[in-house]
């Protein structure tokens, strides 16, 4: 009987330790259980923090790229805006150079002009007599010329030059009063380039040719009559082109001498 007690007594304690056991084991489970939610945390934390990494990393990366690309627009921009200053620089020289050299031009217009007129005054009386009242007319300052200023004439002038070598390329023909041995009569005159100067009188009876060397009109013969209205008809369309044989009005040394 005394043995039943420590036998219940040792089972209890038996019972005891495999109860203790039990709770142990439980305590282990939910520490590692802990343990691994902790870790499941710091892994999504530290995962968080390398996500946050990364995205400013990209932002970062981002934000260089786009740096980059303004620094290269700026040093294009920079580049195009340096020529552009440069050559803004050398059109300024250049106009402030021609700006000095405009003053001296200015100032020597008056006798620039002066001299223009000079020398086409004196073609003009050298040349052939024709229409010389009308072309000594467009060099001479007329009363309502006043108001023009120095480059306006001398525009007038290079114009009445253009007309001057005009006259050395065409025929033309018209009929004016002629002042010959105190007569004054009206006849048709006829001019052939610078070459040649005619006239004829209405009837064809009469006419001439302008002597460069004498200075005076040289009758003409029956056939060069003709010639000479052969010559007008030319001019006024009434006959095709054709050769004309007629004296000239200069020589060949005279010639040679102008074009000279």
Same mark, same amino acid.
């Given at each position: 009987?005394?043995?039943?007690? /420590? /036998? ?6 038996? *019972? ?29 934390? /530290? ?37 552009r200053? %440069? ?10 150079? %021609? $700006? ?10 008056? *006798?620039?002009?002066? !001299?223009? %007129? ?12 024709f229409?010389?009242? =009308?072309?000594? %007319? ?13 480059? =306006?004439r001398i ?8 007309v ?9 023909s ?6 010959? !041995? ?5 006849v048709?005159? $006829? ?5 040649? /100067? &005619? &006239? ?6 009469e ?13 003409? !013969? ?5 010639? *000479?209205?052969s010559? @007008?008809?030319?001019? =006024? ?5 054709? @050769? @004309?044989?007629?004296? $000239?009005?200069?020589? *060949? ?8």
């Open positions: 009987m005394l043995n039943r007690p /420590f /036998f219940a007594l040792h089972g209890w304690w038996l *019972v005891g330790m495999l109860t203790s056991g039990t709770l142990l084991a439980s305590d282990q489970a939910v520490a590692q259980a802990a343990e691994r939610i902790e870790a499941q945390h710091t892994q999504a934390a /530290f995962q968080q923090q390398i996500d946050t990494a990364d995205e400013q990393t990209r932002s970062q990366w981002e934000e260089l790229r786009r740096l980059e690309r303004e620094t290269r627009q700026l040093t294009a921009d920079n580049a195009s805006l340096t020529e200053l %440069a050559k803004e620089a050398e059109r300024q020289q250049r106009l402030a150079t %021609a $700006l000095d050299a405009l003053d001296e031009t200015r100032a020597a217009l008056p *006798v620039i002009e002066q !001299n223009m %007129a000079e020398q086409l005054s004196q073609w003009i009386n050298r040349d052939l007599p229409l010389r009242d =009308e072309r000594l %007319a467009r060099v001479e300052r007329q009363p309502d010329e006043r108001g023009e200023n120095t480059s =306006e525009n007038r002038l290079l114009e009445a030059w253009r001057e070598l005009g006259y050395g390329q065409d025929m033309d018209w009929r004016g009063r002629l002042s010959q !041995n105190g007569r004054e009569r009206e048709d005159f $006829l001019r052939i380039g610078r070459i040649g /100067f &005619y &006239y004829l009188t209405p009837d064809g009876r006419g001439g040719v302008w002597s460069a060397q004498s200075g005076a009109w040289q009758p003409l !013969n029956d056939e060069h009559l003709r010639e *000479v209205r010559g @007008l008809r030319i001019v =006024e369309d009434q006959r095709a082109p054709d @050769l @004309l044989t007629l004296p $000239l009005s200069i020589s *060949v040394i005279d010639q040679q001498g102008e074009q000279q």
